[in-house]
Nanobody
């Protein structure tokens, strides 16, 4: 059974940084492209970033481009999201996803406020 577990969410002031992680079990992550999504308060889930299976290519939502970096460690079966210069509008529950399998984690809360 595929299980994805996100961690690293926290409260942070505007301009701060956080690093999210997604640990996978029951699946070999190196076989799949992976994504980060987020759900802001009262809104639908939105795409944040994607990375190919080997990590060679990445794609970002315009709203996070230049501030967020997606990466992966296939040896350790994990996915990361480095978030810098955080803004209040980045407040959301962040989810990792394997699109091809329809697999989602439970999410981790990121709150950006002063």
């Amino acid at each position: 059974q595929v299980q994805l577990v996100e961690s690293g969410g926290a409260w942070v002031q505007p301009g701060g940084s956080l690093r999210l992680s997604c640990a996978a079990s029951g699946v070999t992550l190196s076989l799949y492209a992976m994504n980060w999504y987020r759900r802001p308060p009262g809104q639908g889930r939105e795409f944040v970033a994607a990375i190919t299976s080997a990590g060679a290519d990445t794609v970002y939502a315009d709203s996070v481009k230049g501030r967020f970096t997606i990466s992966r460690d296939n040896d350790n079966n994990t996915l990361q999201l480095e978030m810098n210069n955080l803004k209040p509008e980045d407040t959301a529950v962040y989810y990792c996803n394997i699109g091809k399998l329809g697999a989602w984690g439970q999410g981790t809360q990121v709150t950006v406020s002063s």
